[in-house]
């Protein structure tokens, strides 16, 4: 055994990169609108929060609808074209966000230019107009975005099934997920000063670009691991260590009955990740999506400013520290513990879970000091990325090779749908606390922050819903037997 190791391989490392880096450019993708929002375009576009609500909440059901078919379709084209075309279509929709001023301008009367958007007064009709035609404009780029986008998770997770035991999936899954917190966390270094130093546009094609590079990578890096050149027979052997016909045999797997799309929500285990995902996935989102305009409203620190940069990039910086260890735990669990890989996984998803409740006091701690909810969310949104490199390996644990692609694609719409619901519902209750002022009050808080206080106890308390609701379904590990 010892030979065996040392003279393994170790190609499942360098595709496990690839994920990472597709993982960052995703989040990237996805961060440069909250990152501009507040202090670029929305007064450009004469932009309320219900606007940019209606914006991220439709984003997350056209990723949610997109997720329902991006499983089938990456299991149908296979691991490698499905990823390519996936990363093609969200890059090229990340850049098409830079036409949407332009655009504007073509549908609105007795606006001729970009400049001229902004001059516009605000309340005005005029105002009423671009603020409409924009946000259709900038929905249907993001319609692009989650597109593609969906097909990241089903086509990373497929992946990792087959590159890795079933023993590592959630470490590997936590390195590569943790390419969210990464990309959150270069976001703020790059996002706004790219938008301050040559417009937010520019900042939408840069980021949006490298996606494409990627795509370079990928198509000359990746193979199956049993036609991959640079995999040998000892790595493939602990590759499928699993299973033991796959180890003797030492060569192509035969292909494996597939779950038809319908029946996969006849398993008490395809509802156990629907809701465990639906009840958090949003919690992510939230933070993703508004935690820059929350910094601005709240301390008047704007994402360009330095102590803006610095609050983000604190935030991001303790869920990437902290978040990378959420699939080293159930490993311990299972080789220092003895435990079974399922019910090690399930033990750290309970542990994680309780690392959001710090969210409850970031409001209050706000008071104090603005690092406190930089801090506090940051604890909060670690706990998310190790919770989630855990409960996307639940579906390699129970599920067949063969479907893990279509589970997680079901997953993430839930998960969309979700945050759908969690973006809208910010979106209007923060624009109606903000209307209502001092009238609106919600635990010792009144306007704006009393609504940012209801929505940290929601994420505060989402973790620990759901795997309640996950243990119930499933309380044994039980894989699904295909007859």
């Known amino acids: 055994m010892s030979t065996q190791k040392k003279l393994m391989t170790n190609w499942r490392w360098w595709i496990c990169s690839l994920l990472f880096v597709a993982t960052t450019v995703n989040y990237l993708d996805r961060q ?3 990152l501009t929002y507040k202090e670029f375009i929305a007064p450009e576009f004469h932009w309320t929060d219900a606007d940019y609500g209606t914006i991220t909440s439709l984003f997350s059901i056209f990723y949610a609808v997109a997720c329902l078919f991006a499983g089938k379709f990456v299991d149908w084209m296979g691991t490698k074209k499905g990823y390519l075309i996936a990363i093609g279509v969200w890059s090229l929709g990340a850049v098409m966000h830079a036409g949407c001023g332009i655009a504007t301008t073509w549908f609105v009367n007795g606006v001729d230019s970009v400049q001229a958007l902004r001059a516009v007064k605000a309340g005005s009709e005029m105002a009423l107009s671009i603020s409409t035609v924009s946000v259709y404009l900038f929905l249907m780029c993001r319609g692009i975005l989650a597109l593609g986008e969906a097909g990241n998770f089903p086509a990373a997770i497929k992946t990792t099934a087959e590159y890795f035991p079933k023993k590592d999936r959630a470490f590997a899954t936590s390195i590569f997920n943790a390419g969210a917190s990464v990309g959150a966390l270069a976001a703020p270094l790059l996002i706004p000063p790219l938008a301050k130093h040559f417009g937010w546009e520019m900042a939408f094609i840069i980021i949006g670009g490298l996606g494409f590079i990627w795509m370079f ?11 991959s050149k640079h995999v040998n027979e000892a790595e493939l052997a602990y590759m499928h260590q699993d299973d033991e016909a796959e180890a003797a045999e030492k060569t192509v797997s035969s292909e494996e009955k597939s779950i038809p799309f319908m029946q996969c929500f006849k398993f008490r285990q395809t509802w156990s990740f629907i809701f465990g995902k639906f009840f958090t996935d949003g919690v992510w989102w939230f933070f993703l999506f508004w935690a820059p305009a929350y910094f601005q409203d709240q301390f008047n620190a704007p994402a360009s400013s330095p102590l803006g940069q610095g609050l983000i990039f604190t935030l991001y910086a303790i869920v990437t520290v902290i978040s990378i260890f959420g699939g080293y735990l159930p ?8 435990m079974h890989p399922y019910s090690g996984r399930m033990l750290a998803m309970l542990i994680f879970a309780f690392f959001p409740l710090v969210a409850l006091a970031a409001q209050p701690l706000g008071a104090m000091s603005p690092w406190w909810p930089a801090i506090l969310i940051g ?3 670690a706990g998310h990325q190790a919770w989630s490199a855990n409960i996307f390996s639940t579906v390699g644990d129970m599920f067949p090779k063969s479907t893990i692609a279509s589970i ?3 997953g993430a719409m839930a998960g969309g749908i979700g945050s759908m619901i969690i973006q809208k519902v910010a979106g209007n209750l923060f624009t109606y606390a903000e209307g209502q002022g001092a009238a609106f009050h ?3 808080f009144e306007g704006k922050p009393a609504g940012y206080f209801i929505m940290f106890c929601f994420c505060g308390l ?4 759901a795997w309640t609701i996950m243990k119930s379904l499933v309380p044994k590990y039980k894989p699904v037997e295909l007859r």
Not at 331 to 338: I, N, S
Not at 462 to 465: F, T, W
């Open 331 to 338: 490993r311990l669990f299972v080789d220092k513990k003895g």
């Open 462 to 465: 989402a973790y620990l819903i």
């Open 379 to 381: 604890i909060a949104g």
């Open 217 to 227: 990578f990928w198509q000359f890096m990746y193979d199956k691991p049993e036609k």
């Open 442 to 444: 919600f635990l010792g």
């Open 408 to 410: 997680t694609g079901i």
């Open 32 to 34: 440069v609108l909250s």
